[in-house]
Structures are given as C-alpha cells and as structure tokens.
C-alpha cells in the first residue's frame, strides 16, 4: 500500500500529535522526500523520536524506511502520469520530456541574459572563486566547477558546510563566491552576511524567489522548480541548473575569447 494510503487509513487511530505529523506528511510529501529527518521535524513542530515511532507504528524500521517507500510510491506514480497523459504511448517518456522542456522554455522566457552576462564577468576577473553547494545540489557546484576548469577558469569546489565557514572567513575583495540551494539553507544566510561583510561578491543560483538572501546578493537568479509539479510528482532539480550551468558557461567562454573584457 501506498504510505500516504496508509497514513490517511490509520489516521483515526493515531494519537493528536501523531495526527498533526500525519497532516505535515500528507501536505508535504515531497519535502519528506527530499529533506533530512531533523528538518521533517522542525517543519512539522516534532521530535524526531516523534517521526521515527510513527513510521514505525506503520510497519517501517524507521524514517529512512519510509522515506525509500514513499520515493518509491512517488516514482511509480510519475511514471502511471506518463502513461495517462501520452497519448497512447506505453512509455512515461513523452511526458517527461515535455515537461521539461516546458520548464527550460519558461528558464529561457525569464532569463536576465544581460545579468548572466555580469556574472560571467564576475567569474573572469576575480582573485579567488570559490562555488558552494551541499547534498543534491552540491552536484550541481560540481558540474559549473568541471565545466569551468575545462574551459580554463581555476575555482575552489565547496560542498562540506564546515568548509563553506572557513570560506566566509578567508575571502574578501575581490574574491567571488557562487551559492546553488534549491531552497535557501539557514545556514547561508551567516556565509552571505559575512562574505558581503568582508567585501567579496556573492551571487545565488536558486529555486525560491522569496528569500531574504535577495537583497544581500550582488546577483539573485531564480530559476524555476520542476520538482514541486502536482501533475508529475517526483522530477528532478538538477536538470534544470545543469542546462543553466551550459548557458553559463557559454557566456562565460565568450568572454574569454576576448579576452576576459
């Protein structure tokens, strides 16, 4: 059975604050997915014993259980979108594809191409240039990281956040800095704040377009988020950056063509 299924069926059973972890789940299934149980926690006002003895009250070992169930359950169901919506075709491939392809078309809509132009500036002329993202979108640092080197540009790779304080401390004017979060951690407001602090230049590459880091940034992209689409259920983030790196990069490439100007 699906653990949405079973959660709305032992509902009546479950105890009040049982019940208000229910309502959180059912409300928020992706974020389940995609975040750590302390954050699940926090966000549904719980203990994490609280979260832990639920799944377990389920049949689950614990959280992480649940959360490959729920996973499982959200990819199905992706692919039984597919099916529905393609046409007749006995693959979910069609409908995925456009789907991205419906959110790249909105990316290129809404693009600032003359802002991703400063950007690229920023990464040519800088004394250091540090890029920072941690869990799935430090493979997104990652990528802009490769792809900078091949094409000649030298940069630090930050993905440890133990690391990305030492970062806030070191670098000043001059120095640039490179942000992905898809939904804006906590704990880069004190980067932000420090780096901006000591005179750097940071810039934001995300999903939410209301973060307080708006203002504090020297460049805010907001790029749109694929993985909240009802219709679909369980797409992926990282394609969409990944394609934003490739535009990125381009600029970036023209740039040195000419010499960096």
């Given at each position: ?88 075709s006995e693959h979910s491939l069609t409908a995925i ?79 640039v800095c490179l942000i992905f979060s898809i939904s ?69 490439a023209k740039r040195l063509s000419r010499g960096g100007?």
């Amino acid at each position: 059975m699906n653990p949405l299924e079973q959660l709305e069926k032992e509902f009546p059973n479950l105890t009040k604050s049982e019940q208000a972890i229910t309502r959180y789940i059912l409300d928020n299934p992706m974020s389940v997915i995609r975040f750590p149980l302390t954050q699940i926690a926090e966000e549904a006002k719980a203990s994490n014993t609280a979260v832990i003895r639920l799944c377990q009250k389920l049949g689950y070992q614990g959280f992480s259980e649940f959360k490959f169930s729920l996973s499982r359950a959200a990819l199905s169901d992706t692919h039984e979108n597919g099916r529905e919506k393609s046409e007749g075709s006995e693959h979910s491939l069609t409908a995925i594809v456009s789907q991205y392809v419906k959110y790249l078309n909105q990316m290129a809509a809404e693009a600032d191409l003359d802002q991703i132009r400063r950007i690229a500036g920023l990464i040519c002329c800088n004394s250091r240039l540090a890029i920072m993202g941690y869990n799935r979108t430090g493979f997104s640092a990652s990528q802009l990281s490769y792809r900078l080197s091949r094409i000649g540009v030298a940069n630090h790779l930050v993905t440890d956040q133990v690391v990305m304080m030492d970062y806030m401390e070191i670098f000043g004017p001059g120095d640039v800095c490179l942000i992905f979060s898809i939904s804006i951690s906590k704990n880069y407001k004190e980067i932000v704040q420090r780096l901006k602090k000591n005179g750097a230049s940071v810039v934001l590459f995300t999903m939410n377009g209301a973060s307080p880091l708006k203002k504090l940034c020297d460049y805010y992209v907001c790029l749109p988020q694929i993985s909240y689409n009802k219709k679909m259920g369980f797409l992926d983030d990282q394609a969409i950056f990944f394609v934003f790196i490739e535009v990125l990069i381009s600029e970036v490439a023209k740039r040195l063509s000419r010499g960096g100007d």
